[in-house]
């Protein structure tokens, strides 16, 4: 979107999101900030006055306008200077452990300097924080942000001084009915900023988004536009490819936008094996972004998926945003070596990261390893189908991680929800959220992760049936045969009834095993029992004509407040195929012998 009027408002509507981060002059504000802890929202109301964030005197309590003491009469009943600090990014739960099960508001401050190029604009740029956050620069609000696991930026041009600024930010992540997701999930409500902060430096009139992408249906047609945000959107822009040859100027129009097409030759196509990435360039204003971009097509044809026209089997795993080995939410590119290389030792060419977005750099590390990626909008379980805030709420998030990730190849699906039981209201939703990311996006596949039922007359018979599979371009289900549904040998004797002519994908399957615990086959929390369910499940599931991928879940062991089985869950989920010590389980291997066989089953 462009604002053009009121661009140098400061407030959250007319901040869009800025692509590339990493790829501009950018100044980190990660480190220590100072916090005080708010169970009762002390810093935000106070029994005298109305909410402070509304009244336009705002009075000393308000946490915001970080006071200092002017002398000793003065009656201030908070101090950022002599509080203690947290390490920003990272989730507050597992940098203390009085804030173990902390679910409720933090006051963030950081202090900076900061003298920028006159005429230049600044923006404070946040890779996201859980979930609610009221962000402040020296005590006037720059807006709120609703949402856990996706990027957000503000304006600060004209509220910026040179010395002493001092950025508040409260995150609350008290979980909610109407929040998506919802009151009830399977993993820890990791509050904090838990992503990068940073500031950027751009011109007066900048490149705020861009779009380089193979056009949809060809294979060598590079496509895409760029958009400026400023005062002059009629512009030259230099874009550049050198590898390919390409330097090409390119005028915006008065919305700031120009659109390009190149047809360059020998174009290298990104696929797992051979993850050629392209250094692009993209200048105006003296101002270079640089990117690596890879292009590749992706598509379904009858019940299959076609990599640069090549039908692939997606050998993958479900990961969480956790480093279980260092503790805490996942952020930096050393968690996602962490992660992305444990996937590559299974030999997986794929990863569902559920259950809402990762970190940028999870997929700008995806693109370079060559693992490709299915995002998923926190739509989880039971959302409030019928309320129109938290439809915006999902559509909004949606659009925001579809507006980071456009660019990255490795990304090849848009999934929308995780198992959400079918009624009317659910259904008219997903199919909101998915009209809604075709519209923005219509060159990768959507799905979501369905749920199953069984059949009363044949109790071996599992049946996919679902109306938002009309929807989808590939079906995936979760399914929890041998687990919650019988024990494994049940595996053997089912049969699944899926009608649909389109590619089908398990989105989960799984057993809890803790590592280290062995028994026989039937001895449940034994990794003999979840090996055993391993070799059955992947035979069961080979026999679906149109299996054409799985995401077992999980690579590893994650800390969830649902599961509080003494000397077993001790409050983790047990159903990684690693340990939270990052010992491999014996499952692993099946499914690694499973993958190198599909591997060399589709290279032929
Ligand atoms: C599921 C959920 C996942 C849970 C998993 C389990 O179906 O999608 O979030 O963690 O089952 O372990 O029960």
Redesign the pocket.
């Known amino acids: 979107m462009f604002f053009l009027g009121s661009m140098l408002n400061v407030n959250a509507e007319n901040n869009s999101l800025i692509q590339n981060i990493q790829g501009r002059n950018a100044t980190t504000l990660n480190g220590k900030w100072n916090y005080i802890i708010d169970p009762y929202e002390t810093g935000y109301y106070d029994y005298r006055y109305k909410p402070y964030d509304e009244s336009p005197n705002p009075p000393n309590g308000a946490f915001y306008l970080d006071k200092k003491q002017k002398d000793k009469t003065e009656l201030i009943e908070y101090s950022f200077d002599k509080s203690p600090s947290l390490w920003v990014p990272g989730d507050w739960n597992s940098q203390d452990n009085k804030l173990l099960y902390y679910e409720g508001t933090i006051w963030y401050r950081r202090l900076f300097d900061y003298k920028k190029t006159s005429n230049n604009r600044v923006f404070v740029h946040f890779g996201a924080a859980n979930y609610e956050s009221d962000i402040y620069l020296n005590g006037k609000k720059l807006g709120k942000h609703i949402g856990g696991f996706t990027p957000f930026n503000y304006e600060i041009t004209d509220l910026l001084n040179a010395e002493g600024n001092s950025l508040v930010v409260k995150v609350d992540n008290k979980r909610k009915r109407e929040a998506v997701p919802t009151l009830n ?3 820890w409500n990791y509050g904090g900023i838990t992503r990068d902060v940073t500031l950027v430096e751009v011109s007066n009139t900048f490149i705020q988004d861009y779009l380089v992408q193979l056009k949809k249906g060809t294979e060598n047609e590079i496509t895409g536009y760029i958009q400026l945000n400023g005062t002059a959107p009629q512009q030259s822009v230099k874009i550049a490819i050198p590898e390919l040859k390409i330097v090409s100027d390119v005028k915006t129009d008065s919305t700031g936008k120009a659109s390009f097409t190149f047809k360059p030759r020998n174009l290298v196509r990104w696929a797992p094996r051979s993850p050629k990435l392209y250094e692009v360039e993209l200048s105006c204003n003296e101002q270079k972004i640089t990117d690596r971009i890879g292009f590749r097509t992706i598509e379904t044809r009858g019940t299959d998926i076609l990599l640069n026209g090549k039908s692939i089997f997606l050998r993958g795993i479900c990961i969480h945003a956790e480093n279980a080995l260092r503790g805490g939410r996942a952020y930096s590119d050393q968690d996602a070596q962490m992660l992305l290389n444990s996937a590559k030792e299974l030999n997986c060419n794929y990863v569902r990261l ?2 809402y977005p990762h970190s940028e750099n999870m997929i700008r590390l995806a693109d370079e390893m060559g693992i490709l990626v299915w995002e998923e909008d926190p739509v ?2 039971t959302i409030q189908w019928e309320n129109p805030a938290t439809l915006s709420n999902a559509l909004q998030q949606l659009t925001d991680v579809i507006t980071r990730d456009k660019n990255r190849a490795s990304v090849i699906i848009w999934s929308m929800a ?2 959400t039981p079918v009624s009317e209201a659910r259904t008219n939703f997903l199919k909101k959220l998915a009209a809604h990311a075709r519209e923005l996006d219509n060159s990768r596949l959507i799905s979501a ?1 369905l749920e199953i039922h069984g059949n009363p007359a044949n109790p071996n018979e599992r049946i996919v049936e679902d109306p938002f599979a009309d929807y989808v371009d590939i079906v995936n289900f ?1 399914e ?1 045969v041998g687990w ?1 549904d019988g024990l494994p040998e049940k595996c053997d004797n089912i049969s699944w009834n899926i009608k649909y002519n389109k590619p089908v994908m398990i989105s ?1 399957f ?1 057993a ?1 095993a803790l590592q280290g615990m062995h028994g026989d086959n039937l001895t449940r929390f034994t990794e003999e029992y979840q090996e055993d369910l391993y070799v059955r499940t992947v035979k069961m599931l080979s026999k679906i004509p149109q299996f054409r991928g799985v995401t077992p ?2 690579l590893y062991d ?1 800390r ?1 407040p649902r599961r509080f089985l003494p000397n077993i869950q001790d409050g983790w ?1 047990r ?1 990684g195929l690693i340990s939270q010590n990052g010992i491999k389980k014996k499952a692993f291997l099946v499914l690694k012998n499973f993958y190198d066989q599909m591997e060399l089953k589709y290279q032929k």
């Open positions: 999930t399977d993993w559920a259950h989880y379980w995780n198992e992760a979760n929890y919650y989960e799984g809890d879940w999980i994650f969830s989920n159903k």
